[in-house]
């Protein structure tokens, strides 16, 4: 089921394509601490992907890795089979890797249209002259830009807080803003670190089905880290447990399940006398 | 009752995204144009010009490019007086070498020059943020101050070390020197103030700006979305110097005529200039027009109340103007860090509901 060279067909029924994402023997330090040690797994493109692990089992440093903020001492990231160089993170953005951050960041000073608009930006060609004159190419991109925004806005639900300073609204609707600004870039791959820390049940369900939606309406690939287990095993279609910067588990959710490394770590070990 | 967006329904994005998306406004805008370039050049004198809608024209145009960098991109910038300089000097520089040309070319390219100065004087703020970065445009301000000071080319080696701005003419009529006649200078400076105004907030409501704002508020999330952080500031402070050259160019040329640059673009001119977007309003172009207005119309009005109503000495008179601009600077930073720009929204959304505020 997992081999490296072809895809395969999910329980309920998609078809899952080749590596999109391959991360190789990834091994990354600060100082003298090992956050990530000698980690390899890959994304399969069309896949809900899950990363979980107990707290400082270095998920985030993962996520980071990928998105372009660390460089990793040893090992090699190889988006769509080529290797990547080590690139900044502006850069990652312009190869369809969107994201998400555990504790909101979105522009408070913004309203909601404009940071979402803010996602667009790698679509946006014309030059500064065009843009201070606001005709011709850049009037029409600003437009264009516009409508796959509303789209975005339709598509989660937020028309009514568009104007809004984004300072102004609740926790879970910043979460979503924060969402949809990542998808209005129209990522390839979109990584979500938390996207449902500190909601309610309601509020996950919400999610979990946008985020089923997404990936199932727009086709994108998605990496995410959850503590919510249920949400997990329901979501995703394979599991990277993580535990102390290594990976101690990777298949199904219902793989990782009956891992003992797995119900090791979560439960702990009973210690010897 | 008329200030509604009810019943002017927006059909395309373009007419959602407007500069004044309610109708009143429009119409008030374009009033407000034709008033200027209409109705009060055939009514100004010497004294208006001079002390009010001179200083008012060009230090809007120098708040909106400073607007532009601390507001808008959030790079906070003490060098607005070194940069004026820069634009000043350059304006001279080309009005004399190139004679022939026309004055108003002349001021486009000391902004361009002044662009490019103020870019590389941008670059450290890649590397430091805040306070620091404040420390370091503050050193452009003193460098460029002793640079003019100190190369006799710059000012041509004139005797007084000072510039002075030979005559030109648009269409016939004296813009600079002497012989300018009031409106003529009012003209010149509003043409530069509105073109300015319109490519501010034509970069700010786009792209451009978003780019801006988003470096302002969260550099990390702005940069994870796409946003090139060194491009993004060094357009920042491209564009800021533009604004502030040309404001520093007509400052010279069409305003003062004559100018010694630790003078006129001394430290206590980028405090000015700071002032008035702190007291208008961060990151807005109405802010840059109330903030100049009113630090513009202050020492105007307390010299109108203090010695010529109350008799008292002018020297008591300038001291105090310095106290209520300190006092107004504090009761701004803590009360409506937003600046008049923001009262000025809060006023528009009460006005949108009267008379029937339920």
Redesign the interface.
């Known amino acids: 089921m997992n081999d490296r060279q072809t895809g395969y067909v999910t329980e309920d029924g998609r078809q899952i394509g080749d590596v999109m994402l391959d991360l190789r023997d990834i091994t990354l330090r600060f100082g003298g601490v090992e956050a990530i040690k000698n980690i390899s797994f890959d994304i399969r493109e069309g896949e809900i992907r899950a990363i979980i692990g107990p707290n400082g089992a270095g998920k985030s440093s993962m996520l980071n890795v990928i998105s372009g903020f660390y460089v990793p001492q040893d090992g090699s990231v190889w988006f769509h089979g080529k290797k990547r160089a080590p690139l900044k993170p502006y850069q990652v953005a312009r190869q369809g890797i969107a994201r998400t951050f555990q504790n909101i960041a979105l522009f408070e000073g913004m309203t909601v249209l404009d940071n979402i608009m803010t996602g667009r930006l790698n679509y946006t060609k014309s030059g500064m002259i065009a843009q201070a004159i606001w005709k011709g190419k850049a009037e029409r991109e600003e437009t264009e830009n516009r409508e796959k925004v509303e789209r975005v806005i339709d598509f989660l639900e937020i028309q009514a807080i568009r104007k809004t300073p984004v300072g102004r609204l609740p926790y879970g609707l910043k979460k979503r803003v924060e969402l949809a600004r990542a998808l209005a870039a129209e990522p390839k791959l979109l990584l979500l670190d938390e996207p449902m820390a500190g909601m309610n049940v309601e509020e996950k369900e919400d999610m979990s089905r946008f985020i089923l939606d997404v990936n199932d309406e727009f086709g994108t690939t998605i990496a995410l880290i959850e503590h919510d287990m249920g949400v997990v095993m329901d979501l995703s279609d394979r599991v990277v447990v993580m535990d102390y910067g290594k990976k101690i588990g990777d298949g199904t959710p219902d793989e990782v399940r009956n891992n003992q490394a797995v119900i090791d770590a979560y439960l702990g070990v009973a210690h010897d006398e | 009752m008329l200030y509604r967006e009810a019943g002017d329904y927006k059909t ?3 007419a ?2 407007q500069t004044f998306p309610i109708a009143f406004d429009r119409y008030r805008y374009w009033v407000v144009l034709a008033v200027a370039f209409l109705v009060i050049p055939f009514f100004v004198n010497d004294y208006i010009v001079n002390a009010l809608l001179l200083p008012f024209l060009i230090y809007s145009i120098a708040a909106i490019g400073l607007n532009i960098l601390t507001g808008y991109a959030g790079q906070v910038s003490l060098g607005t007086g070194g940069f004026m300089a820069v634009g000043a000097y350059a304006c001279y520089k080309l009005m004399t070498a190139f004679p022939d040309v026309n004055i108003l070319i002349h001021v486009v390219l000391a902004g361009g020059v002044t662009a490019a100065v103020g870019t590389a004087f941008g670059l450290p703020s890649l590397r430091i943020k805040g306070f620091y970065l404040a420390v370091a445009t503050l050193a452009a301000q003193f460098f460029l101050v002793w640079l003019f000071n100190k190369v006799a080319w710059f000012y041509n080696y004139s005797a007084s070390g000072q510039i002075s701005a030979p005559e030109r003419t648009v269409l016939g009529i004296a813009v600079t020197g002497p012989n300018t006649p009031a409106w003529a200078s009012y003209l010149v400076c509003l043409v530069f103030v509105t073109i300015c105004a319109l ?1 501010a907030r ?2 700010t409501r ?3 700006g ?2 801006w ?2 470096i ?3 550099d ?10 060194l491009k993004a500031k060094l ?1 920042a402070f491209a ?1 800021s110097s533009f604004f502030v050259g040309v404001s520093g160019a007509l400052f010279f040329a069409v305003y003062l005529g004559a100018v010694e640059v630790g003078e006129a673009f001394g430290i206590n001119k980028s405090f000015l200039v700071l002032f008035m977007i702190i007291i208008g309003g961060l ?1 807005s172009i109405f802010g840059a027009f109330a903030g100049a207005a009113f630090l513009v119309t202050l020492p105007v009005f307390l010299k109108l109340i203090g010695v010529d109503l109350l008799g008292w000495p002018t020297d008591l008179v300038a001291h105090l103007q310095l106290v209520v601009v300190g006092l107004l600077i504090m009761f701004f930073l803590v009360k409506e860090p937003h600046g008049l720009a923001h009262l000025w929204r809060l006023a528009k959304e009460k006005l949108r509901l009267w008379p029937f505020p339920h």
């Open positions: 395309s994005y373009p959602d995204s490519i034509n970069l786009g792209a451009m978003r780019q704002m988003a302002r508020d969260m990390i999330a702005a940069e994870i979305i796409g946003v090139n952080p357009t564009v990151g």
